[in-house]
């Protein structure tokens, strides 16, 4: 059996698809945007977190994670104080609301993507295992190059 390699583009666009999928059903069904509840899941990972350690994990601007957060905090979602060391950075944590926002729709994109890799025939624990050592790997790769 001889597997076409074009791992590197297929990974791009099945990542931008369902990126572009989970934007959809969010804004229909929850009104709010995939990257404003994937700011608010990273807050949740990463724990009360600055703006600059959001934008890194977004990918994204400073600025645009301000006007997020922003927004995010007076949807009554996110929380977001001066950084008790000063400066103009501001810590980030989820609220109650924030909190069960990020609970809910994380279980409901987890059932929806288990329900679409087990309609594929691929095996979930072996995706989800295949899945987080490629991240680990990435992980290890990045923390090296940076030494």
């Not at 959809?24 to 600059?52: D, M």
């Amino acid at each position: 059996m001889c597997v076409e390699r074009n791992l590197s583009l297929n990974l791009h666009v099945l990542v931008a698809r369902l990126d572009r999928a989970a934007d959809r059903i969010l804004r229909a069904e929850h009104n709010i945007s995939y990257s404003r509840f994937l700011a608010l899941a990273l807050v949740g990972e990463l724990g009360v977190s600055t703006q600059r350690a959001l934008a890194d994990g977004l990918g994204v601007t400073e600025p645009s994670v301000s006007r997020m957060t922003a927004v995010l905090a007076t949807e009554g979602l996110l929380d977001v104080q001066p950084d008790p060391a000063g400066g103009n950075r501001r810590q980030l944590s989820l609220t109650d609301e924030g909190k069960q926002v990020v609970a809910s729709l994380r279980q409901e994109f987890e059932e929806r993507l288990a329900a679409l890799v087990a309609h594929s025939g691929v095996p979930y624990a072996e995706f989800a295992e295949h899945t987080a050592t490629l991240l680990a790997t990435l992980d290890r790769a990045e923390r090296e190059s940076t030494r």
